[in-house]
T-cell receptor, first 114, second 114 residues
């Protein structure tokens, strides 16, 4: 069973479109994250979310919005896609408030905006 | 503010040679520290983690890391590298006191030559 799964794995779309990337975790975690990995492999946190709090990296454009229908899902919605949005997006999850927690990652979604 | 520095962007070693990847962190409280590995086209896999106690931690695939508070370092080591170790390695700091965030270094790309 995949612990953190993302769909789709690859996404090619045109500028200006709106798209969503789905993420689901079956670990029972209560905190989920979205990271963006650019072409230089740098991992930048975009959002972290649990059922109480959304923490947004202030450098993330408001075209990006996380949507969580329930504790096991955190989808990433992107409006008006731009060329610079091309990257690999990783979803992750962890246990909130645990003393020895780490983040578990999905396999990534490679987004290409043309 | 928290930050993670990996001074070496790229390292090349011969198969069977020893390896050390450097990581320095900046964090005001007791850090939670991690090393992740990313194989091409894959997500991030946890190699090892440090929360407290013994400053030398053992991980998977024969890796170990040593936490040195005086140097704010958490270097990753392996006595004998295998060709399958070629990957991208990320050091990360966790901040359980501030919303359970995980911040990553810029990564070190490891090439293994026969």
């Amino acid at each position: 069973d995949t612990a953190v799964s993302q769909t789709p794995k690859y996404l090619v779309t045109q500028m200006g479109n709106d798209k969503s990337i789905k993420c689901e975790q079956n670990l029972g975690h209560d905190t989920m994250y979205w990271y963006k990995q650019d072409s230089k492999k740098f991992l930048k946190i975009m959002f972290s979310y649990n059922n109480k709090e959304l923490i947004i990296n202030e450098t993330v454009p408001n075209r990006f919005s996380p949507k969580s229908p329930d504790k096991a899902h955190l989808n990433l919605h992107i409006n008006s896609l731009e060329l610079g949005d091309s990257a690999v997006y990783f979803c992750a999850s962890s246990r909130q408030g645990a003393l020895n927690t780490e983040a578990f990652f999905g396999q990534g979604t490679r987004l290409t905006v043309v | 503010a928290q930050s993670v520095t990996q001074p070496d962007i790229h390292i090349t070693v011969s198969e069977g040679a020893s390896l050390e990847l450097r990581c320095n962190y900046s964090y005001g409280a007791t850090p939670y520290l991690f090393w992740y590995v990313q194989s091409p086209g894959q997500g991030l896999q946890l190699l090892l983690k440090y929360f407290s106690g013994d400053t030398l931690v053992q991980g998977i695939k024969g890796f170990e890391a040593e936490f040195k508070r005086s140097q704010s370092s958490f270097n990753l080591r392996k006595p004998s590298v295998h060709w399958s170790d070629a990957a991208e390695y990320f050091c990360a700091v966790g901040t359980p006191n501030t919303g359970n965030q995980f911040y990553f270094g810029t990564g070190t790309s490891l090439t293994v030559i026969p």
